[in-house]
């Protein structure tokens, strides 16, 4: 199946900046998601995007749907500890989700 | 609202043994998915269904795994035998997928945890 193009797929910040997160792909898509997920435990949705150009603000997190259709971005503006985790890109294209390969968040205090 | 409920969390067994996993969807959601997780990468699609029928299982190695949705609400995955390449994360999500909608939004559970030895 396809897989998103995530980057970066690490990054080690120190606590207090600011974080961007991007994703891709060869087709267009009608929903973009963005997860976080802590070890052993599931994904837990942060942000949904449902049109082109949508940008949408959860807390200090920003994410906004890309006017190709192809691409989406997430923004975490000044981290914390516990905003380390595995963030999670996916789109809806036809009637199935493809995931990126994940960008692994590391916060320095 | 309740979310999607998996169990077991953990299971370890040995390698040519069979396991069974089972998962409820949050309430109302037509569909359902089961996915794989290997350490490091992003969920991998195993099947969908969409109430009680299959949407797409081409990713399922339907020689070992299989799933059942009956009654279009609960869902049970089930490997047999286990194989060493087996040990992952399940993880089951649910969606409403209205139809005539083309966008959704997929809730996932907390997973469970297979290790084979």
């Known amino acids: 199946g396809q897989q998103l193009n995530q980057s970066p797929q690490s990054m080690f910040i120190q606590e207090g900046e600011d974080v961007s997160m991007n994703c891709t792909s060869s087709?267009?898509?009608?929903?973009w998601l963005w997860y976080k997920q802590d070890p052993g435990e599931g994904p837990v949705l942060l942000i949904a995007?449902?049109?082109?150009?949508e940008l949408t603000s959860n807390g200090r997190l920003t994410a906004q749907f890309g006017i190709t259709r192809k691409d989406s971005f997430l923004n975490i503006s000044a981290s914390i500890p516990s905003d380390v985790g595995i963030y999670f890109c996916?789109?809806?294209?036809?009637?199935?989700?493809?995931f990126g390969t994940g960008t692994s968040l590391t916060v320095i205090p | 609202e309740a979310g999607v409920a998996q169990s077991p969390r953990y299971k370890i067994i040995e390698k040519r043994q069979s396991v069974a996993f089972w998962c409820n969807p949050i309430?109302?959601?037509?569909?359902l998915y089961w996915y794989q997780q290997i350490l490091g990468q992003g969920p991998k699609l195993l099947i969908q269904?969409?109430?009680?029928?299959?949407?797409?299982d081409s990713q399922l190695p339907k020689d070992r795994f299989s799933a059942e949705r009956l009654k279009g609400v609960d869902s049970t995955l089930k490997i047999q035998p286990a194989k060493l390449e087996d040990s992952a994360v399940y993880l089951c999500?649910?969606?409403?997928?209205?139809?005539?909608?083309?966008?959704?939004?997929?809730?996932f559970g907390p997973g469970t945890r297979l290790t084979v030895l």
């Open positions: 999500a649910s969606s409403l997928l209205v139809a005539g909608v083309n966008t959704d939004t997929q809730y």
């Open positions: 087709s267009i898509f009608n929903t």
């Open positions: 995007l449902y049109k082109a150009g």
């Open positions: 996916a789109g809806l294209g036809g009637n199935q989700f493809y």
């Open positions: 309430s109302g959601h037509a569909t």
């Open positions: 269904f969409q109430n009680n029928g299959v949407v797409d």
